[in-house]
C-alpha cells in the first residue's frame, strides 16, 4: 500500500489561511469517508485534528476543517498563530482492510 | 481521561525480537480496537496493524507479515506489539493508538524508541 501523497512543506504568515492536500485513489481516500488528519509537534505524540473528512474532536479549534473532492482530501487552517507550526498528517481506511498514511507536511508559520 | 502507558526504550541487536507494551486507562478497554504505528527518525507514519482487545484478533500490515505479532491482556488492559527478526530499518517510536471505531484513531500513547544497532 503506497502512503497518500502530501506536499513536503507549507508555510504561511500569522493570521493568514493555508491548505494541506492528501492525494490517494479510489481505493482509499476516493472510496471512502474516513480521512483523518493529524498534528505533531517536534518530540510529541500525533494528535486528532480532523477525522471522517470534516469532523472535529470536542473542543478542538474551528479554525481546522477539512474536505474532499474524488481521491484528494484537503485541510484548512485559518488564521495561523504560532502554534500552529507542526507535521500534519492524513490517513484513510483502505480496501485492503487497513490504514495508510500520508508522507507528512511541515507547516511553517513565518 | 484516556490514557496509554507504553513501556521504556529499548535497544536490541539485529535478528532479535523486542515486545512493547501499552497499558490503557480511562476508558472501557474491550471497547475499543487498538493500533500500533511506527515513525523511523525523521520520517512519517506507518501503520502496523491493529488488534481487536475483546477477542484478539488482529490484522497486520502486508509488510509485516510473518515478523508482528499483536497481543492483549483483559485483566490488566495491556496490548503488546513484538517483532522479530529486528534490522536497522525497524530503528523508530513505536506507538500504541486507541481506535475510536476500526478505521479511526483518536488517541496516541507517548511512544516507545526501539534502536537497533549492532
Known amino acids: 500500500q503506497s502512503a497518500l501523497t502530501q506536499p513536503a512543506s507549507v508555510s504561511g504568515s500569522p493570521g493568514q489561511s493555508i491548505t494541506i492536500s492528501c492525494t490517494g485513489t479510489?481505493?482509499?481516500?476516493?472510496?471512502?469517508?474516513?480521512v483523518s488528519w493529524y498534528q505533531q509537534h517536534p518530540g510529541k505524540a500525533p494528535k486528532l485534528m480532523i477525522f471522517?473528512?470534516?469532523n472535529r474532536p470536542s473542543g478542538l479549534s474551528y479554525r481546522f476543517s477539512g474536505s474532499k473532492s474524488g481521491n484528494t482530501a484537503s485541510l484548512a487552517i485559518s488564521g495561523l498563530q504560532a502554534e500552529d507550526e507542526a507535521h500534519y498528517y492524513c490517513?484513510?481506511?483502505?480496501?485492503?482492510?487497513?490504514?495508510?498514511f500520508g508522507g507528512g507536511t511541515k507547516l511553517t508559520v513565518l | 481521561q484516556v490514557q496509554l502507558v507504553q513501556s521504556g526504550a529499548e535497544v536490541k541487536k539485529p535478528g532479535a525480537s523486542v515486545k512493547v507494551s501499552c497499558k490503557a486507562s480511562?476508558?472501557?478497554?474491550?471497547?475499543?480496537?487498538m493500533h500500533w504505528v511506527r515513525q523511523a527518525p525523521g520520517q512519517g507514519l506507518d501503520w502496523m496493524g491493529i488488534?481487536?482487545?475483546?477477542?484478539?484478533?488482529?490484522t497486520y500490515a502486508q509488510q509485516l507479515l510473518g515478523r508482528v505479532t499483536m497481543t492483549r491482556d483483559t485483566s490488566t488492559s495491556t496490548v503488546y506489539v513484538e517483532l522479530s527478526s529486528l534490522r536497522s530499518e525497524d530503528t523508530a517510536v513505536y506507538y500504541c493508538?486507541?481506535?475510536?471505531?476500526?478505521?479511526?484513531?483518536?488517541?496516541w500513547g507517548q511512544g516507545t524508541l526501539v534502536t537497533v544497532s549492532s
Open positions: 493508538a486507541k481506535g475510536g471505531r476500526w478505521e479511526l484513531i483518536d488517541h
Open positions: 480511562g476508558y472501557t478497554f474491550t471497547s475499543y480496537y
Open positions: 490517513s484513510s481506511y483502505t480496501s485492503s482492510n487497513a490504514v495508510v
Open positions: 488488534i481487536n482487545p475483546v477477542d484478539g484478533s488482529t
Open positions: 471522517d473528512v470534516s
Open positions: 479510489s481505493s482509499d481516500v476516493g472510496g471512502y469517508n474516513y
